[in-house]
């Protein structure tokens, strides 16, 4: 049998939700114009703040890290230097906007940034452990067919400062985090210099153990972590195995196949020693056949992986060739379970958390959320 993470419920009921619309401009207001110094890792901010001394960059980077959203709270910093900063520098270039709960550990914050929202979501499994999914682009150029993000093409990537800021605006509601996940919307490895900032700074007040990075399989970014790190660990949607499939499906495979993306999984693999993750969305009839499940086992054959089976998460208009993408049912999904354990793969089934804010993966996008009418606006 599977193993479940969390034992969540569906969490569809529109009475469980509780959305919160924050009175304050969706896009940043004046404060913003100034550089934010969120999301500069400690080296960049040594160097800024030059010529005070280092010892004053590392405070001002642990509050920062800390969470404030202000330079006034710096009290061991003298109120000179306080103000100085402060007409200088932001600590908040991003306005959290919308904050949509479901009464059941998930929620998802909408945040403006110059050009548009991003979504950032919380997601608790069963053992009450909370999980802070961030996104890294406005948008997704990879065009996957069941994706959201991926209909709304790509705006533009996201700065340091937008990405960990999402991570603050979280924590001032939820202060127990305990993993962070790349999964929101974007592609984290076509956005990895701003990325790998963002992970210098966040990886100070978090492990790189509990950081994980997803990726659709982009065999240079990959390549780039297994070189220079950082360590942290990797999850990729493979969706099937199954290469003709794959390249339908996604169309990044086609400079991106299966083979080239298992070497550099394993050199991945051999360079930190992190069990990889594969995700799989499942998709009703079209991913779930014996085939699939051994080309999954082949593909993993050498590697230590686990694979996570996401059932997927309607979104309105999705096709594939014409067909509309359905969930797969009970039966399928207990079929194709079966047939990867049948090949000694580890599977978790993640349930459908999220759902209820629509901020389950692949939910995320431009008008998603369906909001409560109260609440919306
Ligand atoms: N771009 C990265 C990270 C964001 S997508 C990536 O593709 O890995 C995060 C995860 O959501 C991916 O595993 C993707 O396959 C999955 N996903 C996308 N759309 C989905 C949907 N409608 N239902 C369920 N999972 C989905
Ligand atoms: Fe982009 Fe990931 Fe969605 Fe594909 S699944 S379109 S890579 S966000």
């Known amino acids: 049998m599977p193993r479940f993470d969390g034992g969540m419920h569906p969490l569809t009921a529109q009475s469980a939700y509780a959305a919160l619309s924050i009175p304050r401009a969706p896009t940043p207001g004046p404060a913003a114009q100034k550089p934010s110094l969120s999301g500069v890792p400690l080296r960049e901010l040594e160097s800024i703040l030059a010529p005070l001394p280092r010892y004053r960059a590392v405070q001002v980077f642990s509050w920062i890290n800390s969470g404030v959203d202000s330079f006034e709270a710096m009290n061991n910093l003298p109120l000179e230097q306080r103000r100085e900063l402060d007409g200088r520098f932001c600590l908040r270039k991003t306005a959290l906007t919308q904050k949509l709960e479901d009464g059941a550990g998930a929620a998802k914050l909408r945040i403006g940034v110059p050009g548009g929202i991003v979504e950032a979501v919380v997601l608790t499994d069963g053992a009450g452990r909370r999980t802070a999914c961030l996104s890294t682009q406005l948008g997704c150029a990879m065009g996957c067919v069941f994706c959201k993000t991926g209909l709304m093409g790509l705006t533009r990537n996201l700065d340091s400062a937008e990405i960990t800021e999402q991570f603050y605006h979280i924590r001032k509601f939820y202060p127990d985090i305990a993993n962070i996940v790349f999964m929101g919307m974007g592609e984290p490895l076509l956005n990895l210099q701003e990325l790998r900032r963002s992970l210098d700074v966040l990886c100070r007040t978090m492990s790189p153990r509990r950081v994980t990075v997803s990726t659709c399989g982009l065999v240079d970014g990959i390549e780039s972590l297994a070189v220079e790190g950082p360590a942290v660990r990797l999850a990729v949607s493979i969706t099937t195995?199954?290469?003709?499939?794959?390249?339908?499906?996604?169309?990044?495979?086609?400079?991106?196949?299966?083979?080239?993306?298992?070497?550099?999984?394993?050199?991945?693999?051999?360079?930190?020693?992190?069990?990889?993750t594969l995700e799989a969305?499942?998709?009703?009839?079209?991913?779930?056949?014996?085939?699939?499940?051994?080309?999954?086992?082949?593909?993993?054959?050498?590697?230590?992986?686990?694979?996570?089976?996401?059932?997927?998460?309607?979104?309105?208009?999705?096709?594939?060739?014409?067909?509309?993408?359905?969930?797969?049912?009970?039966?399928?999904?207990?079929?194709?379970?079966?047939?990867?354990?049948g090949f000694g793969l580890k599977t978790i089934l993640r349930r459908e958390k999220g759902r209820g804010v629509c901020g389950a993966c692949g939910q995320l996008g431009a008008a998603s959320g369906k909001l409560p009418e109260a609440a919306s606006g």
């Open 241 to 276: 195995a199954r290469e003709e499939l794959r390249r339908r499906l996604m169309p990044v495979s086609a400079a991106n196949p299966l083979p080239r993306l298992k070497d550099v999984l394993l050199r991945h693999q051999r360079r930190w020693r992190r069990r990889i």
């Open 281 to 341: 969305v499942l998709l009703g009839g079209i991913n779930l056949g014996g085939d699939d499940a051994s080309a999954m086992a082949a593909f993993a054959e050498g590697l230590d992986v686990v694979v996570n089976l996401i059932p997927w998460n309607p979104v309105d208009g999705l096709h594939f060739e014409g067909v509309p993408l359905r969930e797969p049912s009970a039966a399928e999904l207990d079929r194709f379970c079966a047939a990867l354990e």
